[in-house]
């Protein structure tokens, strides 16, 4: 499929991704493939060639019908397995991957992801994934310089759990009127940044919120139960559960001062 991919005007690249390209799939899990592409994909060659693959139409989304992070791709059937097509601006994963190396990234509003798009999970997606296809060897030079985590991208990182102490104290106010739903999204966004500034200071990719939080907890220096407060502050949502999320921060930016192995 990889092979054939690459064939398609456009598509310059294409790598396993997801968890099976990490080992930590289950039987059930998805075929990630990520098709990177320079200029615009032929949309049209790749409808007809996901068709032929699923044997029944398919729906291609081109370049941002998916919204401004996740561009595009289908969802495939072969043979019974789930298989996801997920389309990458090559161009656009190059120069984030620059602006990561100088110390910076961006947040952006994407469906599908509740916490945002975190910038750098575009060069975290090829340094983690497996490439398949790639004629020219554009991803495969670049995954050869993302293996080495950018020391200004895990300082900017790590520095950004400032806004997790700043999410705290909104839900503290909107706790006592009984806000749920305010308090709810100021500490689920408060814990979501929390999981990336501990992945960033042990210099380890996080790509997106699936999972993150039990991966930080698994991390070392990680505070005690991590992953056990956290939950009793979600599951809460009331005066206690600020203050337990209140300490859930203060003891992870404790560990994020201390200099990392």
Not at 170 to 179: L, N, V
Not at 215 to 224: K, R, Y
Not at 240 to 251: F, G, I, M, N
Request: net charge negative.
């Amino acid at each position: 499929m990889a092979q054939r991919l690459t064939a398609v005007p456009g598509v310059r690249a294409v790598a396993l991704g997801g968890s099976r390209a990490r080992g930590t799939h289950r039987p059930d899990s998805d075929w990630d493939l990520g098709l990177y592409y320079r200029g615009t994909p032929d949309i049209a060659a790749l409808t007809t060639l996901a068709s032929e693959f699923q044997g029944s139409p398919v729906e291609v989304a081109g370049p941002g019908d998916w919204g401004p992070w996740v561009n595009g791709g289908a969802w495939l059937r072969v043979d019974g397995v789930p298989v996801d097509w997920i389309l990458r601006d090559l161009d656009r994963v190059e120069a984030v991957w620059s602006d990561c190396r100088r110390g910076r990234f961006e947040v952006g509003v994407q469906p599908g992801h509740p916490l945002g798009f975190w910038s750098p999970a575009y060069p975290g997606e090829v340094a983690l994934g497996r490439v398949l296809a790639d004629a020219h060897g554009e991803l495969t030079a670049l995954q050869q310089e993302t293996s080495e985590y950018p020391e200004p991208l895990r300082t900017a990182l790590a520095d950004a759990a400032w806004e997790a102490d700043f999410s705290v104290g909104a839900a503290r106010k909107s706790a006592p009127t009984g806000d749920r739903l305010h308090v709810s999204l100021c500490l689920s966004r408060a814990f979501g940044i929390l999981t990336q500034s501990l992945h960033a200071h042990h210099r380890t990719w996080c790509l997106n919120e699936k999972g993150a939080l039990a991966a930080a907890a698994a991390l070392p220096e990680t505070p005690p139960e991590f992953a056990e407060r956290v939950g009793e502050a979600l599951e809460g949502l009331d005066g206690a559960a600020v203050e337990t999320a209140a300490e859930v921060v203060r003891d992870v930016r404790e560990v994020l001062r201390t200099r990392p192995a």
